[in-house]
Structures are given as structure tokens and as C-alpha cells.
């Protein structure tokens, strides 16, 4: 029996006695008929694979399992951030910064829950590998996370639920975007559907819908953060940030497997560019409606960031990018506020790592 009290050594030494006296069990042979034939095609594969294929290990997509790995990792509690100091900055915030807020936070809210009826209904449909669909799984679980964020931010700063989560309906710029992505929803969907339309679902919702709009949207809100106001809902948006930023880098790597495994689902940057280009126009009549100048950030920024995340994306799948090299960051603060490396610990509200379990190694 291990205790937390023991010192490593001691704890070290006493495993490597248990393991000389005590032999590991084997595993008794299974009552299978010998003579039988292999009822399944064992091998393993992203899509097509056999239905019944249930052998997580031996583990062939390595990243999906990290990824899987990681998000349990992540596990966070949005009830754990008390939102009372948002209260007060409510009152604070002027008319430009409260419609910037609202809009933009009431985006957020819309985008979660589309994406995870998207996931359920067309992304994990269709993949046959079990590690790769556990890591779909628990993406959808972390989605489900930052729905409970969001409806934590509403009851606990009382704002009025239907305007958030009905603004999309109301506003055409807001509705186009989600219009859009909804007929990539539909491309995505059907086991017997076209190979061609499932990458497009896939790329769009992977590196536009998470990799490029929904990042941009955390912007304006942390640039309020930067400034203490509404901080508390700043620091949930940071944990989800740090979730769609491993959303992004598993669907770039279930791309980039996809196009080797199955070579005619290879996307020609073509499309990619052309993908872009109707995200941005898209973007920018959002953007038009949604950010109102404010102290540290107004449109300008905004769209060079969305430019420069752009670029970034399609330098990420292997493309060349559709915007000017000189079309660099605008935001200096944007990799420190959704943190790869600083995190916010939400017991304690300091800058540091969390990550459940992060803590406990024998090394
Ligand atoms: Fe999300
Ligand atoms: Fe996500």
C-alpha cells in the first residue's frame, strides 16, 4: 500500500520488491474455437474499417490517443471560477464595449452547441478506428464543457437567455456564418456519402469554424480581460481557448492521416484557398456588425489577426498562405492569453499549470 507520505525511494524500492515476489497473472486462454475462422478484417482503419473493430491497442493513430490522453488531462470545472467580480465590470462597461461583449460572447454560445451536434451527427459517423473515435468523444464532451461555461456566465451574471442564445437568429451577419456551416454539417453526413464532401466538412469545421472563427472570436473579450473587465468570463474563455487550440491541432492531424491513408481524399489548395476566401468574407460582415472600437482593440486588429490565423492554417496543412508575409500578428498578447504553457489555475486564480493528474508522477 502506497502512501503520500512515503518518500519516493522507499516507494521505488518497495515496487521493485513486489515485482520479484509477486509474478504478473497471465491471462488464462480464451474458450475460442481454434479451428474458427478470423470472423473480422483486423486491420485497422480511419473510415471505411470494419463496424465491429473494438481493438483500442495495438494503438495505431498515436496522436488520437494523445489527444484523448490530453483532454482528460484538461478536465475543468467551469462552476470552479466564481463570476461575481464580473458584476461590478458589467455596470463599468460603455456602449461600444457592452454590444462587443454580448455579440460576441452570444456567438460563442451558438457555435458550441452547433459543433457539437456536428461531431455526434456527421464527424464521428463516419470513423471506424476506436482511439480515433474516443478522441472525437471527448471532444465532444470538452464542447459540452463550454456550453456549461457559457449557461454559467449567464445565470450567474443574469442576462437574459434568450437574447444570447437567439441573437444568431435575429442578426443576418451572425446567421450567415452558422448558415454556412451548416451545409458543411450536411456535407459531412451519411456513411455512403462523397469522400471529397466529408474532407471539406472536415477541413472547414477543423481549421476554420475552430482554427480560425472561433479564435478570433475569443479576442475582443480577452482584450477586455487585458483591461480587468469582465475578467472572470475572460478566464473561462482562456480554458476553452486551451481546449479548441488541441481541437485544432487533432483535426489538422486526422487530416493530414487522412490524406495517406486514403490519397484521393487529398485537398488541392484550390479549394483551400477558395475555403478561406469565403470564411474571411463571411468574417469580415461578422466583424462589421460585432466590434465597435474600443480601448486596445477595434476592427483593424481584428481582421489582421483573423489574416494572420488564416495564413497560419493553411502554412499548417501544407499551403501556401493567401496572405501577405508582412501580415504579422497584431495581437503580441494572443499566444500568452490562450496559454500553452501559462495556464490559470481555476482553485487558486494565479498563473500556473493545471492539469488533473499533471502532478502525480513517480519520476
Ligand atoms: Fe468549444
Ligand atoms: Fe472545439
Known amino acids: ?21 509477486e509474478p504478473i497473472a497471465t491471462m488464462p486462454p480464451l474458450a475460442a474455437d481454434p479451428a474458427a475462422e478470423p470472423a473480422l478484417e483486423s486491420e485497422k482503419r480511419l473510415l471505411g474499417g470494419s463496424d465491429l473493430t473494438a481493438n483500442i491497442a495495438p494503438i495505431k493513430y498515436r496522436w488520437a490517443w494523445d489527444a484523448y490522453i490530453m483532454s482528460q488531462r484538461n478536465f475543468w470545472m467551469p462552476t470552479e471560477i466564481g463570476m461575481g467580480e464580473d458584476l461590478m465590470s458589467l455596470r463599468n462597461l460603455n456602449d461600444n464595449e457592452r454590444h462587443t461583449f454580448f455579440t460576441t460572447f452570444a456567438t460563442l454560445t451558438t457555435a458550441d452547441a452547433l459543433h457539437q451536434r456536428n461531431l455526434a451527427l456527421a464527424v464521428y459517423e463516419r470513423i471506424t478506428a476506436p482511439e480515433v473515435g474516443m478522441a ?39 446567421r450567415a456564418k452558422f448558415e454556412y456551416s451548416n451545409a458543411m454539417t450536411r456535407g459531412l453526413q451519411g456513411n455512403q456519402g462523397d469522400l471529397k464532401e466529408y474532407m471539406r466538412g472536415l477541413f472547414f469545421y477543423y481549421m476554420i469554424f475552430e482554427g480560425v472563427w472561433f479564435m478570433a472570436n475569443f479576442c475582443p473579450i480577452f482584450s477586455m480581460q487585458r483591461r480587468r473587465l469582465m475578467s472572470r468570463t475572460g478566464e473561462q474563455l482562456q480554458y476553452i481557448a486551451r481546449d479548441e487550440s488541441g481541437h485544432v491541432s487533432f483535426g489538422r492531424s486526422l487530416i493530414w492521416a487522412l490524406w495517406q491513408e486514403v490519397p484521393e481524399m487529398r485537398m488541392e489548395e484550390p479549394e483551400a484557398h477558395q475555403l478561406m476566401h469565403e470564411a474571411m468574407e463571411l468574417e469580415v460582415s461578422y466583424a462589421e456588425y460585432s466590434i465597435r472600437p474600443m480601448l486596445g482593440y477595434d476592427i483593424e486588429l481584428h481582421h489582421r489577426h483573423v489574416r494572420y490565423l488564416v495564413n497560419r492554417r493553411l502554412l499548417d496543412m501544407g499551403f501556401n498562405p493567401i496572405y501577405s508575409e508582412d501580415e504579422a500578428e497584431s ?9 500553452f504553457r501559462k495556464e490559470k489555475n481555476f482553485f487558486e486564480t494565479r498563473v500556473t499549470e493545471y492539469q488533473a493528474g499533471g502532478a502525480l508522477s513517480w519520476e
Open 331 to 339: 495581437l503580441p498578447w494572443w499566444e500568452e492569453q490562450i496559454g
Open 136 to 174: 472525437v468523444i471527448a471532444q465532444m464532451h470538452q464542447e459540452t464543457i463550454h456550453s456549461m461555461s457559457y449557461q454559467h456566465i449567464i445565470e450567474s451574471l443574469n442576462f437574459d437567455e434568450d437574447e444570447i442564445y437567439l441573437l444568431y437568429q435575429k442578426v443576418p451577419q451572425i
Open 1 to 21: 500500500m502506497l502512501n503520500w507520505d512515503d518518500p519516493i525511494e522507499s516507494i521505488k524500492r518497495k515496487r521493485a520488491e513486489e515485482s520479484v515476489s
